[in-house]
């Protein structure tokens, strides 16, 4: 805000564009106004409207494209984009004021649980051939690519249960976990339990057994939270 306590033109012509968009009288795909009937509309000059354009540009709202079909338009919803923002945010969150791991892992329980009972009949044949392909091999010992299948493992169980919504919500969330626990200083034991556990999801995903997948996979998270709990113990007595 300025000085003098008004807000900049620009920003109160991206507000009014975000406002259409979002409320779907703008919708994906649809071209902006030319610059001339947004001038004219709001009362302000050129870069006032391309400073504004600018802005729903950096949120992912609008995209300009050159040449003789050319224009701004609005964007179409990306879950990657959409997710990068979400983790940034609850990055920051956690950071600033102090959220905790049972708050990180209740979200995990109130979407995971229930994903894995709906996945569980709703998974195709490539969904499982998917999910075998993170089962561990622990014989070379634990790596990268064992922290990497422990993710992906929920991720596509997420998929599997195709509401892209539950994919946007929670992956930011462990993956804020993944960050914030070095999974090297894990327990003894850890990751043989966690092996064990994905392997028993699996299997009852794989018979669409729908409750003792949610059964598994609440037993799972419990699992994972006291563990998390302990590290973040340890590293705050550091």
């Known amino acids: 805000m300025s000085k003098s306590g008004r807000r900049p033109a620009y920003e109160i012509v991206a507000d009014a564009l975000r406002v259409r968009i979002l409320a779907g009288e703008l919708t994906p795909g649809t071209r902006l106004p030319p610059d001339a009937e947004l001038r004219a509309e709001f009362g302000v000059g050129q870069s006032t409207v391309r400073e504004a354009i600018r802005t729903l ?3 992912n709202l609008v995209h300009t494209t050159r040449g003789v079909t050319g224009g701004t338009f609005v964007a179409t919803p990306d879950i990657g984009q959409l997710s990068a923002h979400l983790e940034a945010g609850v990055t920051l969150l956690a950071a600033a004021e102090g959220v905790t791991v049972d708050q990180l892992m209740e979200v995990r329980q109130l979407t995971e649980v229930p994903a894995a009972g709906v996945a569980a009949y709703r998974h195709s044949d490539a969904h499982l051939e998917e999910l075998r392909a993170t089962i561990f091999d622990l014989s070379e010992g634990v790596g990268p690519e064992v922290y990497a299948n422990n993710q992906e493992f929920h991720r596509i169980l997420l998929r599997a249960a195709d509401n892209p919504l539950l994919d946007l919500i929670t992956v930011p969330v462990f993956r804020v976990i993944g960050t914030r626990f070095s999974r090297d200083v894990a327990p003894e034991g850890f990751w043989r339990c966690v092996d064990e556990d994905h392997r028993a999801i699996l299997e009852a995903v794989e018979r ?29 007595q550091n």
């Not at 994972?224 to 590290?231: F, S």
């Open 57 to 59: 540009a950096s949120e």
């Open 208 to 236: 669409r057994d729908s409750m003792t997948a949610m059964t598994l996979m609440r037993r799972h998270l419990d699992h994972l939270g006291d563990v998390y709990k302990q590290m973040d113990l340890l590293r705050r």
